[in-house]
């Protein structure tokens, strides 16, 4: 979109970070704003109106585009309202998942929904890196296209009553109270540094790459993400779960953080991108699905506000980090971008070791006794409190 706003639009770099950057809070932040209302609705009934209010956004959008207006404030009502939206449609949908299954087969399912999500994440890029290279001006008609379909298919989503317990402001702010322990905010950090790091590949290097390679080599590698998330998510999750949650936290971010440092050398050896592809979803196909089950956990089945809170710390950190690395790209500093990104990770993981170590769960991720499968047996028995 970066790309997009500043080649077709006509916003200037600066200007056009800045648009995403605010695009990124409110895809992360706006169900936490909308939580007590939206709560009340069905859930499909939800799902379904936000995925609406995206294609209408994603038609304005165009239609901005066509009329050539740049006015940086127009932009960013345009983004807003386009992330608010899809952040409701996405926690609803992680919401309704969350709410058909037990406690300990959470992390198993977010695998899935983890795969759906990628798939689409990686396909769309591509596409739209072939619309964006060939007929730059009909960009912004993929989302239109992509929101109207997703409407259209809520109506073979069965229905399902709303879990009870955070339906109304009180509930909301109850939940807040308790994730306000140290620990749980020790964990939200763990999740900020995290995506600090994976902000790099996903948000900065597309502007970076652009620069330096082309746009279409920026689509196949995130279809190449795509690909090795479709076909090896379930396997990696299986893999993974052979070792405590707390030596993941630890392996998935020492592959992030390396793939970072590789992005620094990418412009000499434009091989080098297809190991960082490898390391980076690697990584965050282990601490995906890991970080949102212990949200759910932390939050005692209150999925909606775990995935509120939990994914407006995502995107504070995405945000600050695609901020800070286009402006850095646009001077010629990409290598500071990529540098905090391995510096965030590293931070992560050496503060997982050290709960290994001292055996104490300071960042919310309890210290497991015996085989971490077995564990996770003995949490399936019982069903998370609504």
């Known amino acids: 979109m970066a ?17 995403v950057g605010c695009a990124i809070v409110a895809n992360r932040v706006g169900a936490l704003a909308f939580q007590s209302v939206l709560d009340k609705l069905e859930r499909r009934l939800e799902i379904a109106l936000a995925l609406l ?24 009502v345009l983004v807003v309202v386009f992330g608010v939206a899809n952040s409701v449609a996405t926690i609803s949908q992680i919401s309704y998942i969350v709410q058909h299954f037990r406690e300990g087969e959470h992390e198993r399912v977010l695998s899935y929904e983890n795969v759906a999500a ?17 007929a730059g001006f009909w960009f912004a008609a993929l989302p239109l296209l992509l929101g109207v379909l997703a409407t259209l298919s809520t109506t073979l989503v069965s229905r399902t009553q709303r ?12 939940a807040v ?30 502007t970076y790459a652009t620069e330096r390679f082309s746009s279409e080599l920026v689509g196949v590698l995130f279809l190449i993400a795509s690909a090795v998330i479709i076909l090896g998510q ?54 995906g699905p890991l970080y949102q089950a212990q949200a759910v956990k932390i939050w005692q089945g209150r999925s909606s506000v775990a995935m509120a809170v939990q994914t407006c710390v995502w995107g504070a950190a995405e945000a ?13 500093l990409s290598f500071l971008s990529f540098l905090l990104g391995f510096a965030a990770c590293a931070i992560a993981a050496v503060v997982a070791w050290v709960c290994i170590a001292a055996k104490r769960p300071l960042i919310g991720i309890e210290i497991e006794q015996g085989p971490p499968a077995l564990a996770d047996r003995g949490t399936a028995e019982g069903v998370p409190r609504p």
């Open 3 to 19: 790309v997009w706003l500043n080649t077709v639009v006509g916003l200037g770099t600066s200007a056009a970070g800045i648009v």
């Open 53 to 76: 209010c995206v294609a209408v956004c994603a038609l304005l959008m165009l239609l901005a585009a066509a009329f050539g207006i740049t006015n940086i404030i127009v932009w960013l």
């Open 234 to 287: 379930v396997y990696v999750t299986a893999l993974a779960q052979r070792i405590s949650r707390l030596w993941r936290v630890v392996v998935a971010n020492l592959l992030i953080g390396i793939g970072c440092l590789l992005l620094m050398a990418s412009s000499q050896t434009q091989a080098i991108l297809f190991v960082v592809v490898v390391f980076i979803v690697i990584g965050e196909m282990i601490c």
């Open 320 to 332: 600050i980090a695609a901020v800070l690395g286009l402006l850095a790209v646009a001077r010629e």
């Open 177 to 206: 109270r308790m994730g306000a322990s140290p620990r749980i905010v020790a964990f939200m950090a763990i999740n900020f540094l995290t995506m600090i790091g994976y902000a790099q590949f996903y948000y900065v290097f597309p």
């Open 163 to 174: 879990t009870a317990g955070y339906g109304t402001g009180g509930g909301l702010a109850k």
């Open 118 to 134: 990628n798939a689409g994440a990686g396909i769309a890029p591509f596409v739209a890196s072939l619309i964006l290279a060939g």
